[in-house]
């Protein structure tokens, strides 16, 4: 059995589908493949550059100090969420921000019980996550 793939495509859902053709038995059979595997797939801009993000105390208690860079104006929100990915808190609101080097003061919810979850950021384009462990 041999096969050639000729064409490939991202359905609007998220799921890779392919044609081409196979050769099996001697007969030459048209092939088309919709792959529902479950596994997320996206595309990704490679002009777009990662936000830079630091964080401090780690582990931290009931606020944090999040320092970040765009290299543009963008329209910002920051978020907190479990490691299942639920949005546990909106730590700031959706604003615009300039280009350049920021430093924002997040005030944690008190009835968070110790543990790790991500800090958020997302704009239109992109979002950059950083791991926080709260004591």
Known sequence: MS???????LSSDGKIVDKGFERVAGLNSIRLTRI????PVSTTDENLKAINVTHFPN???EQ???????????????NLYD????LIQPLLPLSERNAGQHKEK????????PGSYFVNLETKNRSQAVKVVME
Request: with cysteine; aromatic share 4%; net charge negative.
């Open 36 to 39: 529902i595997s479950g596994i």
């Open 3 to 9: 096969s050639e793939i000729f064409r490939m495509a």
């Open 106 to 113: 997040l005030k944690l919810a008190n009835s968070l019980p």
């Open 59 to 61: 582990p931290l208690s």
């Open 83 to 86: 490691l299942q990915g639920a």
């Open 64 to 78: 944090c100090i999040l320092d970040y860079e765009l290299d543009q104006n963008e329209t910002l929100s920051v």
